[in-house]
């Protein structure tokens, strides 16, 4: 008997499924009415499965997995791709007569929660279970480039502020980038970019370093398309990827400084500075999503807590970022990667 773990990315629900050689009492009343198990003369051999392709470049928005199988019956089965060897996994549960691109549809994601990232050149297995047989079907499929995040600019509609290997020279001395400035190279990510940010606080301080992007007077920030982010910041979401170790002795954050009201630039000291806290205290590679209209403003008076407490994301001119430790002469590190807005709601991976 074999036990699988499925969580949406959203994390309204966490299923236990049991699959196999179902031949133990009470698996129907685990799995709940709905499942259905396969008659008893069952073979995949039987059944023609037919992929999409055996090959996929991901970096193509248009590039999707998917497969065709007739069961002739309703039963319920699972689908399970996963990385030969980055060990990243996607999987997709079914009570079907029939598989297709309506319901196994794949762009190169990974299930939630995170611990590695599908990479690019490694092989594919393919595995599809049935309820109520031990036959199981295998294939094997190839990605000749693994998904990049930020070229789906059809669905992230935000600004994109992806920490890659070119720009590591615009931040401090304490930001590294790529998998050469890595002590850990074997840290899970995608498409071989991140951000290490590591250093110790001065004896009398907590603060370790900082990087920015924009400019007090702008312009503000923009979607990828060019245009404005959305006024309505009940409608704009800043998601960010963070590897977590489990130490919570480093905090790191984001204070998106914004041109309140009639204001052609923002100011520090008479403008909002929207605030973000994020404490690394989980373990492995986590996607972290937060409602604009939900962050706090910041309460230091001369750091943009002076403003009119009015969200205004449409008029965004500087993120600012810091790393800082929980107490002076403290050690910090954090590493994150892919920082973006989406609009009307989170990022969704399961819908690649």
């Known amino acids: 008997m074999k036990t699988k773990m499925l969580n949406n990315v959203l994390g309204y629900s966490l299923i236990s499924l049991l699959l196999g050689a179902l031949g133990c009492s009470g698996e129907e009343e685990i799995l709940g009415t709905g499942v259905k198990p396969v008659s008893s003369d069952f073979k995949w051999e039987n059944h023609e499965v037919q992929l999409a392709a055996k090959s996929f470049d991901f970096t193509d928005i248009s590039t999707a997995f998917h497969l065709d199988v007739d069961f002739g019956e309703e039963i319920t089965s699972v689908l399970t791709i996963e990385g030969l060897e980055s060990k990243a996994q996607k999987q997709f549960v079914n009570t079907a007569s029939q598989l297709t691109s309506s319901n196994t549809t794949w762009k190169g994601g990974q299930d939630e929660p995170v611990s590695t990232f599908f990479k690019e050149g490694e092989k594919v297995v393919v595995k599809l279970e049935a309820y109520g047989t031990s036959d199981v079907y295998y294939d094997t499929i190839v990605i ?7 070229d789906i600019s059809t669905d992230m509609k935000g600004a994109n502020l992806n ?21 850990d190279s074997s840290l899970p990510k995608i498409d071989d ?11 009398n301080s907590v603060y370790v370093g900082g990087a920015s992007y924009g400019g007090w007077n702008g312009p503000y920030i923009k979607q990828m398309n060019g245009d404005p982010l959305s006024s309505d910041p009940s409608q704009l979401y800043f998601n960010i990827y963070v590897y977590g170790t489990g130490d919570t002795d480093s905090e790191l954050y984001f204070n998106f400084y914004e041109a309140d009201g009639d204001h052609v630039g923002s100011n520090a000291k008479t403008d909002d500075a929207v605030q973000l806290k994020i404490v690394p205290s989980h373990k492995g590679w986590k996607l972290l999503s937060y409602k604009y209209s939900d962050l706090p403003f910041s309460t230091y008076a001369p750091g943009g807590g002076s403003g009119n407490k009015i969200h205004e994301p449409h008029k965004i001119a500087l993120i600012d970022i810091a790393l800082q430790a929980t107490s002076q002469g403290g050690s910090a590190k954090v590493v994150v990667d892919y920082p973006f807005f989406t609009i009307n709601q989170p990022f969704d991976p399961s819908r690649y």
């Not at 940010?197 to 001065?202: I, K, Q, V």
Request: charge should be negative; proline fraction near 5%; charged fraction near 20%.
């Open 163 to 183: 920490f890659d290997p070119g720009s590591a020279s615009t931040f401090t001395w304490w930001i590294k980038a790529g998998v050469g400035d890595l002590e």
């Open 193 to 203: 970019q991140y951000l290490v940010m590591e250093g110790t606080a001065p004896s």
């Open 144 to 150: 000749e480039k693994a998904q990049a995040f930020a």
